[in-house]
Each structure stands twice: as structure tokens, then as C-alpha cells.
């Protein structure tokens, strides 16, 4: 059974840093394209950062690029997204997602032809 478990959110201070962590079950990492996405309070799903199947090549949106960083540990069966220099519009409800592809990551940024989510972690920015 697939499933996407997202863990390590929180509440954390402007500047502070956070390490989500997304553990998969059921299938394997290296076959699947993992997006994060992010929902804030009132507002539509964004496409934050994605890391690609088979090389692992990593893509950041604009809006986060220089901050997050995003890796796979394939033994642990994890993708983590670290999060530095955090600031308040960063607040939101943070997805991972997986679809199985040799394709690279971006072009399921919009949630578009992604079979399996996990339930979501909240991260709240705030002094």
C-alpha cells in the first residue's frame, strides 16, 4: 500500500529553519518524481521544490530558491526539505507527492497527473 507519511513541521521564528521530512511506503523512491507543495491559509496550492526520479536533480519555485533545500535518502526511504531563513508568507500547510516517472520533476509542480499525496504537515512562521 502507498502511502506518504510529511513530519517536522512546527512553529518556528522569522530566520528560524525547519527539516520536513516525507517517509514513503509501497513503492520506491528512486522510481518516483517527489513534489512538496504548500497551502496557505485562504489561499491556492503553490509548487514549492520537486526532485526528480532518476538523477535526482532538484528544482526550487522562485519564491524559496536560495532557502530550501531538497534531498533523498533512498536507504530511508525519505525526501527531506530543508527549510533556512524562514519568513512569515512561508506559513502554510506543506504536501509531499509522488508519481512514478522518468520524467523530470517540474512538470507535476501543479499538482496535475500526481497519483499519491500525504497528509500534510503545518508550518507556522511566526514572532
Known amino acids: 500500500q502507498v502511502q506518504l507519511v510529511e513530519s517536522g513541521g512546527g512553529l518556528v521564528e522569522p530566520g528560524g529553519s525547519l527539516n520536513l521530512s516525507c517517509t514513503v511506503f509501497g513503492f520506491t523512491l528512486n522510481d518516483y518524481a517527489i513534489p512538496w507543495f504548500r497551502q496557505a491559509p485562504g489561499k491556492g496550492r503553490e509548487g514549492v521544490s520537486c526532485?526528480?526520479?532518476?538523477?535526482?536533480?532538484?528544482y526550487y519555485a522562485d519564491s524559496v530558491k536560495g532557502r530550501f533545500t531538497i534531498s533523498r535518502d533512498n536507504a530511508r526511504h525519505t525526501v527531506y526539505l530543508q527549510m533556512n531563513s524562514l519568513k512569515p508568507e512561508d506559513t502554510g500547510v506543506y504536501f509531499c507527492?509522488?508519481?512514478?516517472?522518468?520524467?523530470?520533476?517540474?512538470?507535476?509542480?501543479?499538482?496535475?497527473?500526481?497519483?499519491?499525496w500525504g497528509k500534510g504537515t503545518l508550518v507556522t512562521v511566526s514572532s
Open positions: 507527492a509522488a508519481q512514478r516517472s522518468r520524467y523530470d520533476c517540474t512538470r507535476y509542480l501543479s499538482g496535475a497527473g500526481v497519483d499519491y
Open positions: 526532485i526528480s526520479s532518476r538523477d535526482g536533480s532538484p
